[in-house]
C-alpha cells in the first residue's frame, strides 16, 4: 500500500478513520496513540471518538457505582434477614429438642419458613457477590477508557 498523498512512497501506517495508508512524513497520532493521515474530517473523527470514550467511561463509572450501592444494599438485607430467622430457627429447633414427640403444627410452620427464608437469605447473598463482581468489571472498563 503506497502513502495517499506521496504515491512513490510505501505506507507506514493505516488512517483508522478514513483507511487511506500514510507514510512516516504523513503519519499524525492521537493522545491514545492511534494514526491518522492529517485530513480535516479525519481529525474531526479524532475529537468525536475521544467524546465517544469519555461518555462511554462516564457510563461506565456510573454503572459500577449503582451496582456497588444495590451490592451494599443486598449485603445488609441479607445480614437483616438471616440474623433473626437464624435465632428463631435455633430456638425452635431447642424448643423441639426439649419436646420430641409434641412438636406442634405452628413449630413445625415456623420451622419451614424460616429456613425458607435462610434459604432466600442464601440468594440474596449469590446475587449480591454478581452485583459487586459486575462493578468491579464495569470500573475495569471504566479505566480502560481512561
Known sequence: MRCHQHGEVEAAAICVSCGQGVCRD??????????LCGLPQ???????????QFAIRQD?????????????YLRSLAFILLVPSA?????????????????SADEI??????TIVILCVRAIWRIQ?????????MEDVSREFG
Open 26 to 35: 504523513c503519519r499524525q497520532t492521537t493522545t491514545d496513540q492511534r494514526t
Open 60 to 72: 461506565c463509572a456510573n454503572r459500577a457505582a449503582a451496582n456497588q450501592m444495590t451490592a451494599t
Open 87 to 103: 435465632v428463631t430457627l435455633v430456638g425452635v429447633l431447642a424448643l423441639i429438642g426439649l419436646r420430641p414427640l409434641s412438636a
Open 129 to 137: 457477590k454478581g452485583m459487586a463482581a459486575l462493578a468491579r468489571n
Open 42 to 52: 479525519c481529525e474531526d473523527f479524532a475529537r468525536n471518538q475521544k467524546a465517544v
Open 109 to 114: 410452620a415456623l420451622l419451614i419458613s424460616m
